[in-house]
């Protein structure tokens, strides 16, 4: 068994104010995403500024937020949201849907390629090799918080998380650094090397929502589910892995859709 690292939830506090890592793991992830995509910005459009990208990031971002935000109230604990809104301003506890935050970011690509003639797929088959670097991000974050730890094993690497965040003090499966290493390191890395040739527009979407919903997927195996929520079907079937579905198969239809249609699509990047 391995010790939990007891790490303060709070990075920094200078007086009443407080900066959490949770928060922290956000800046990285849009940072990060922000120099990567200055990187590749020339092979997108060389007509674009530094401003317009930075532009693109910041709303890419909003929709990740509030999308995030709004995705966990509504597919998570949505009675206890209604009963006190007070709670959803509190994000630094946690409480962010990957799921609402990739609707959010669908949204907001929408709304900028309209804005400036770009397409849907055009924007999203840049940004997916970027956004895996804020999902390893948040894993670590919620790693810090001591939240959505795994089920009880026995397993070596298996950790007892602080008793405010288990009062059963049992081994777990660190899922979170298991949902780190695959939707993190490992998408990033499939996504990066996969984009680095010419790809039909829509390619690298459909491995972005393909591979991840694969490996989401297969951590909710893991995974102790929400307590509000518990198994959603026949037993062992996660609210996770539920959302995850559709995202396996329309990354499927979105790759065959690619190498398929007639080829009027222009070099992904």
Not at 48 to 76: C, H, N, P, T
Not at 140 to 158: Q, R, S
Not at 250 to 257: A, F, N, Q
Request: proline content about 7%; glycine content about 10%.
């Amino acid at each position: 068994m391995l010790p939990y690292p007891q790490i303060d939830p709070v990075a920094i506090a200078l007086g009443p104010l407080k900066i959490h890592w949770y928060g922290l793991m956000y800046l990285i992830g849009i940072g990060g995403a922000w120099l990567l995509a200055s990187r590749r910005l020339n092979r997108f459009d060389p007509t674009w500024s530094r401003e317009k990208l930075s532009d693109l990031v910041f709303w890419l971002s909003m929709g990740v937020i509030v999308g995030g935000r709004l995705g966990y109230v509504l597919f998570y604990d949505l009675h206890a949201y209604l009963a006190n809104p007070a709670l959803i301003f509190e994000v630094w506890k946690g409480g962010m849907s990957f799921h609402g935050g990739f609707m959010g970011v669908m949204l907001a690509a929408l709304w900028f390629g309209k804005r400036n003639n770009k397409s849907f797929f055009e924007l999203m088959d840049f940004v997916a090799p970027l956004v895996p670097i804020g999902l390893g991000a948040g894993r670590i974050g919620n790693f810090i918080n001591a939240e959505l730890w795994g089920k009880a094993t026995d397993v070596p690497w298996a950790m007892v998380f602080p008793p405010f965040s288990d009062p059963a003090q049992l081994p777990r499966h660190p899922s979170q650094l298991y949902q780190f290493a695959l939707e993190g390191v490992a998408l990033f890395l499939i996504l990066w090397l996969y984009s680095r040739k010419p790809r039909p527009t829509m390619a690298i979407s459909g491995m972005f929502a393909l591979f991840y919903g694969i490996f989401r997927f297969i951590v909710e195996f893991v995974r102790v589910p929400d307590a509000q929520l518990g198994y959603i079907a026949f037993g062992w079937l996660t609210m996770g892995q539920l959302l995850c579905v559709p995202m396996i198969l329309g990354g499927i239809g979105l790759i065959w859709w690619a190498y398929n249609r007639k080829p009027t699509a222009k070099a992904a990047v």
